[in-house]
């Protein structure tokens, strides 16, 4: 949504947004096969995870499905972006899932991604499980 050049699933390649396609492509080495864009994929789903669980003290207390979530959450937009919601991390920390997932759509990052958010916001809310969706983090 912010148009910044990523390559594979998701990788950022920079937040330049004024960089050329050959720019970009120059920084990452493209074009990628298959292998090398999975093992990126979960490199940078665990560094995501990891994130997590060094930012948010409750993160490995959480379900496994709301941790999936945040986990998307915070592949997609970065851990510092993610612990600006702070309604949602709070009612995270006392279980209050409903609070959490509603405090989730209440944002500027719903309105941008839409039908994602929705699907991920239900996840936080521990009602969507991640095999449920089109997409898997």
């Not at 396609?21 to 995501?48: G, I, S």
């Amino acid at each position: 949504t912010n148009q910044y050049w990523t390559i594979g699933i998701g990788h950022l390649i920079s937040l330049n947004t004024y960089l050329t396609c050959q720019q970009a492509c120059d920084l990452c080495a493209a074009p990628w096969t298959d292998a090398k864009t999975h093992a990126v994929f979960a490199d940078d789903v665990n560094t995501a995870r990891e994130a997590l669980v060094h930012a948010y003290p409750h993160f490995l207390e959480l379900p496994e499905t709301v941790q999936d979530g945040l986990i998307d959450m915070s592949f997609n937009m970065g851990i510092g972006h993610l612990l600006g919601f702070h309604d949602m991390l709070k009612a995270l920390a006392v279980g209050d899932y409903e609070t959490a997932e509603a405090a989730a759509l209440n944002s500027q990052w719903a309105r941008q991604v839409s039908q994602r958010a929705r699907e991920v916001a239900a996840m936080i809310g521990n009602r969507l499980f991640q095999s449920d969706t089109q997409r898997v983090v």
